[in-house]
């Protein structure tokens, strides 16, 4: 079965840019989400068909895909983007990645 | 304003079947291009996929779990149902339920709270 590697963790500095990136074959074939996950709540989509921002998201976060790889970026990461993220993939079926947890120190 | 609401038992012993219940409101699972989904979390863990059910009654499943799962609609009362047999304790997750509207291309946005379901003897 299809298969998304994130990696465990990212820590990044107050206003500095988060990376966290998502693997899969041929990942650029389907269309790529993000969600972010804080303790105790359900997630929250922040990047959809790859590089779309749904309303309400912050202009910080960014999406991109290319090849096997899908990418969400956070510019001038906050405190309050400290969460699990996770990537999904989509062409018929639901794939998630494992989940990343961006710490902010 | 767009909601889901989970609702089932907290508990279930081993081998039993899980029947959950997922209330739509804000918007109807008759509509065009709307899916709903179900999508569990294990404490401390990922998230996992399990169904969707789409607008004109197509269903598609995790294959690792179709065995095990169906998924239904009521559309006179706006539900989504999802059932499950054989629990096992490793089933031990938070369940959601989450609208997957073709509008943001393969991607749930709006999710219920969660139903934490625990598998025990």
């Known amino acids: 079965s299809y298969k998304l590697t994130q990696p465990p963790s990212v820590s990044v500095s107050p206003g500095q840019t988060a990376t966290i990136t998502c693997s899969g074959d041929n990942l650029a074939d389907k269309v790529s989400s993000w969600y972010q996950q804080k303790l105790g709540q359900s997630p929250v989509l922040v990047v959809y068909?790859?590089?779309k921002r749904p309303s309400g998201i912050p202009e910080r976060f960014s999406g991109s895909s290319s090849g096997n790889t899908a990418t969400l970026t956070i510019s001038g990461t906050q405190s309050v983007d400290e969460a699990d993220y996770y990537c999904?993939?989509?062409?018929?079926?639901?794939?998630f990645g494992g989940g990343t947890k961006l710490t902010v120190l | 304003q767009i909601t889901l609401k989970e609702s089932g038992p907290t508990l279930v012993k081993p081998t039993q079947t899980l029947t959950l219940t997922c209330t739509l409101s804000?918007?109807?699972?008759?509509?065009?291009?709307?899916?709903v989904g179900w999508v569990r979390q294990t404490p401390g863990k990922a998230l996992e996929w399990l169904a969707l059910?789409?607008?004109?009654?197509?269903?598609r499943y995790n294959p690792s779990l179709m065995n095990r799962l169906t998924i239904t609609r009521d559309s006179s009362k706006n539900q989504v149902l999802l059932t499950m047999t054989a629990m096992d304790p490793v089933d031990t997750a938070t369940y959601f339920c989450a609208r997957f509207p073709l509008s943001v291309a393969g991607a749930f946005d709006s999710w219920g709270r969660g139903a934490l379901v625990t598998v025990s003897s």
């Open positions: 068909d790859d590089n």
């Open positions: 804000g918007f109807s699972l008759s509509a065009r291009g709307v899916a």
């Open positions: 059910i789409y607008q004109n009654d197509d269903k």
């Open positions: 999904q993939a989509w062409d018929s079926r639901v794939v």
